[in-house]
């Protein structure tokens, strides 16, 4: 039986996430005789040590040099956006594949030297955009790749969060659409292939003043040109007090569709006799996504056995973190920002 062993870096609420899908993947990889271990470290040991003992894993005091001196062969990077390029660097330069999650640094500023570096030496590194292994994206693409859907002449994206997060963590986050849209504007660009070349947003704070006082805002539009024409919407709200909301509209010159509309969509019909969708909605991104980003680890490791092609380079990342920094400026400024990547080193 051939053997992976994971590190996880950092046991906060997303990487308690990871340890868990971790483990849950362990019977899938079995019948393929491959064993699954995981050692994982945080600066918060007690913490640690508990996820450890309710995954099966093993705690590894140390951090990323703790882990690199137990023998791992690759790293799930979970920890705070500060601390993401230095511990890709870690992983890169011990010649091990690391996954990580978005966005691969805190500025595109430090991002794109931290491109040259991962490309100069070789590096393999995945970063988290989960909605790429959403069954209904999937389908979506699929079907506009058939050409089922014909030429697409509109797209609406949307991202709601049921309610916000703390004051202290929007201060923090960069703004909404750094924060949220940005996955948005990474599944369009994947969705389509094609790059989005001016953004133009609008925003409003009707919601808790405190979010303003931060400097940012509770709701916000971006209209979205992509370089074949093409216009799009990306939307995002942190009070959607329906449900946890993520859909993509897509309209086409054959045929229209939609991801995320299900039973539990988190809106209902005003039309007489409909009942659809009548399920109970989904109330976090976690219970959206939850089949997404175990399958989105599966990826990794097989990535780590060299069965696939990366899902999600660090460039794609940066591609979409670009677009979102236009979109603030958009709205910071109200004035349409073209989107243009300085040219790396």
Sequence with gaps: MKTVVLGLLGVGRIGVMHARNIAALREQFAARDIELQLKLTDVAEAHAQAVATEVGA????GGVRGLLDSGVGAFVVATGTPTHPELIRAGVDAGIPVFCEKPVAGS???????????????????????????AGYLEAKRRF????????????????????????FIATSGGLFRDCSVHDFDIIRWLTDREIVEVYAR???NGDPAIGEVGDVDTALAVVTFDDGTVGTVSATRYNGA???????????KSSVMVGLDDKT???????????????THKTFAGRFDAAYRAELAAF??????ERDNPCTPEDAVAASWVADAAQESLETGRPVRVEVPARA
């Design 203 to 205: 925003g409003s704070n």
């Design 58 to 61: 093993e705690f590894v005091p």
């Design 108 to 134: 595109l500023a430090d991002s794109l030297p931290l491109l040259d570096y991962i490309a100069e030496r070789g590096g393999v590194v995945q970063i988290g955009h989960q909605r790429r292994f959403d």
């Design 266 to 280: 988190a809106l209902r019909s005003t039309e007489p006799g409909v009942v659809f969708p009548s399920g109970e």
């Design 301 to 306: 490791v097989e990535l780590v056995l060299g």
């Design 243 to 253: 449900g946890h909301d993520v859909r993509l509209e897509i309209q086409g010159s």
């Design 145 to 168: 790749e058939a050409g089922e859907i014909g030429w697409i002449h509109s797209l609406r994206a949307m991202t709601g969060d049921m309610v916000p997060p703390s004051v202290q």
